[in-house]
């Protein structure tokens, strides 16, 4: 069975979501279950989902808008008592995440783009060509990335989140492939998935590598705004790519292209305790159901 289901971990839960909702599932600190739904952005749907290049940026801009609302409702209720009555009364405009999301741009941008851009300068004093100093560039990057989710990953917290992560994974491939929804069947399946957004973060990084090694370097001001400016560009074409792959997920191409982002969910994923397995089918049922 093809699904469009994708999904996100929490703090001490999970979202999936399908085309019209994402479903939330958090475990409190005694032990049950609160849920919450968000419906998808009514600019997100319709036509604008069918034109090429745009569209991957309206989803991605759509999932960092639901998946911090939900990872802040996780924080809230996961908290010793908080419930969602409480949470309800007191959460934030709509409008208040988008700062967040913002913050997260420009955070990004400035550790993972202008300070390769910085320090692969060096590199030419040593007289390396451009086509070498903005490979470095992209390998730095590259190293950038790694490093920081491999460093984040020592937390004990962040270690817990990637447990449900690889949770969500295994919940999302079981329903998949047409298994019951049991913690058993789950766990024949991998804590890693082709189309996390893991794979997707990765791809990025890859095309921009390729593409940057080609433009040149000097002025300065071209060589920063170059890469600012095609960020979304970036973004747009490493969907196409992703959604392109995916429709040949027994493909050698699939293959190839996920391969990289498989490898980076070696340390985004860890394997999952029955509890948080549970979670996981409780949350898929959700989403299913939500999303009929």
């Known amino acids: ?14 979202m999936i979501r399908g085309a019209l909702r994402a479903a939330v599932v958090v475990r409190k600190e005694d032990g049950t279950f609160v ?26 801009v759509d999932t960092l808008i639901i998946g911090t609302k939900a990872l802040n409702f996780s924080a809230y209720v996961s908290s010793e008592d908080m419930d969602v009555e409480l949470y309800e009364e007191n959460k934030q405009s709509p409008w208040a995440v988008i700062p967040v999301v913002i913050f997260s741009f420009v ?21 390396f060509n451009s086509l ?41 491939a079981a329903f ?49 705004s170059s890469r600012l400016i095609l960020i979304p560009l970036l973004v747009a074409v490493s969907y196409e790519i992703i959604r392109f792959s995916g429709s040949k997920e027994n493909g050698f191409l ?16 860890k394997k999952p305790n029955d509890e948080q397995l549970e979670l996981a089918i409780h949350c898929m049922k959700l989403a299913i159901k939500e999303n009929k």
């Open 1 to 14: 069975m093809s699904s469009k289901f994708g999904g996100q971990a929490l703090i001490e839960g999970i």
């Open 35 to 60: 849920e919450k739904t968000y419906e998808t952005s009514s600019w997100a749907i319709g036509k604008i989902r069918n034109i090429p290049i745009l569209r991957g940026l309206v989803v991605l």
């Open 107 to 127: 955070f990004a941008i400035g550790i993972f783009f202008i300070v390769p851009i910085l320090i692969s300068n060096i590199f030419e004093g040593f007289g």
């Open 132 to 172: 070498i100093t903005n490979a470095i560039e992209g390998i730095l990057r590259l190293l950038f990335l790694i490093g920081y989710i491999w460093l984040i990953s020592l937390s004990k917290e962040i270690q817990r989140v990637f447990q449900y992560h690889g949770a969500e994974h295994m919940a999302v």
């Open 176 to 224: 998949e492939n047409d298994e019951d929804l049991e913690i058993e069947k789950l766990k024949k399946y991998p804590t890693e998935h082709p189309r996390c957004g893991t794979s997707f973060l990765i791809t990025i990084f890859v095309i921009a590598l390729i593409i940057f090694m080609f433009f040149p370097r000097e002025p300065l001001w071209f060589l920063v």
């Open 254 to 269: 699939f293959k190839i292209i996920s391969w990289p982002g498989i490898f980076l969910q070696k340390i985004t994923t």
